[in-house]
């Protein structure tokens, strides 16, 4: 007995529709899977450090060393710029000159006033093409900037002892310089053409109190090779600082090198020269990008075992001759003939596929559940 055209009709539509649910359950899978390594990539990313400059004050190697030379570096990141502040501060009993020199990225691309009143103009910056001392050979540093220090009024400053016991810098007469460096302190991960950037950022900060590839520890004259004319010398008695002034209550200090001496605002202080580098996390943004991996991840199990279900199903079904495919023909006599009728094998063909994307559904759910509730504690 032939089957009837609408039974044809049906039966055609009803693989159209399973083609689609496979294509459509394939590319979602597969969307899926980009989703999870995108996110899983982003939320683990960790950043390089960006390149740090130098800042360091010299004064003639003739000049007296009576006077406490103090090294502010402040700076905040707006964007993908940051605005850094320089500032000499000295205290003794006599007054203070010396020179400010910027190289590197921490250079001033604009110098602005220290004081937002329209009376307070900004300092002046010297360029000079080309700064070099000798020190076991020539050490040639480079562009860089030089700013004059001149400090005709000193104040006096607090014993040594009350310095140390309060844990703070002697203070005294200052002067600076403020402007928008001319490369970033701070670096994000970042995807493909930076299209999207992860929750993890990475901090270089300028080497303060000394010059590059001189050992920190000497304290002897530099000749002047080009650039600067003479012999010159960092002050004998320094203090250096380094404050980051914009990292949120929100983030995490991963690690400091070397140790912070505040968390917030993040501080550096010592007698000795120093240049920090910061891993820094940030934990709303990481809360978020771990819930859209946790989606993505379902999502990917419950695609594919609705995938396998129907790849399962595709296995199971009869062909022309009655036989399932990749299955040899049964028997001509059944032992229990009409036991099984051809609804009810469908329907056993359909049960485990639904099985196996709920417990594939649960498993992820349960698996991701635990991994947000460690990273938590963590």
Request: aromatic letters at 8%; charged letters at 10%.
């Amino acid at each position: 007995m032939k089957p009837s055209r609408s039974s044809s009709s049906r039966t055609m539509a009803g693989h159209r529709l399973r083609r689609t649910a496979e294509l459509v359950t394939g590319v979602l899978m597969i969307m899926s899977i980009a989703g999870y390594v995108a996110w899983s990539f982003t939320v683990n990313g960790l950043p390089a450090y960006p390149l740090a400059g130098w800042v360091a004050v010299l004064q003639p190697a003739t000049a007296s060393n009576a006077d406490t030379v103090q090294i502010l570096v402040q700076a905040r990141t707006q964007g993908g710029q940051t605005r850094a502040a320089y500032d000499v501060v000295a205290c003794g009993p006599r007054p203070y000159s010396g020179d400010l020199l910027i190289g590197g990225s921490a250079q001033l691309s604009a110098a602005l006033p220290d004081s937002p009143l329209p009376s307070s103009p900004a300092p002046q910056i010297q360029h000079i093409p080309d700064l070099a001392f000798y020190y076991n050979g020539v050490i040639d540093l480079g562009a860089a900037e030089l700013v004059r220090i001149s400090l005709p009024d000193v104040s006096p400053c607090p014993p040594a002892a009350a310095v140390q016991s309060a844990g703070i810098l002697p203070g005294g007469s200052a002067e600076g310089v403020t402007g928008v460096t001319s490369g970033p302190v701070q670096e994000s991960w970042s995807g493909p053409w930076g299209l999207w950037h992860g929750p993890h950022a990475a901090q270089a900060w300028p080497l303060t109190g000394a010059l590059p590839d001189i050992p920190a520890n000497v304290f002897g004259e530099y000749p002047a090779v080009s650039g600067l004319s003479g012999s010159w010398s960092r002050p004998l008695q320094e203090y250096v600082q380094v404050t980051a002034d914009d990292v949120p209550v929100t983030w995490s200090v991963d690690s400091a090198v070397p140790s912070a001496s505040g968390p917030y605002p993040l501080t550096w202080q010592d007698q000795n020269p120093v240049s920090p580098l910061v891993r820094l996390t940030d934990g709303s943004s990481m809360a978020l990008l771990q819930n859209w991996v946790v989606i993505f991840a379902v999502a990917f199990g419950i695609t594919g075992s609705v995938l396998a279900s129907l790849l399962f199903e595709w296995l199971r079904r009869p062909s022309r001759d009655g036989t399932a495919a990749g299955s040899s023909p049964p028997p001509l006599h059944s032992a229990l003939p009409g036991r099984w009728p051809a609804h009810s094998e469908a329907v056993r063909a359909r049960v485990p596929g639904r099985w196996l994307a709920l417990a594939g559904a649960v498993i992820l759910i349960g698996y991701a559940r635990g991994r947000r509730t460690r990273a938590r504690h963590h």
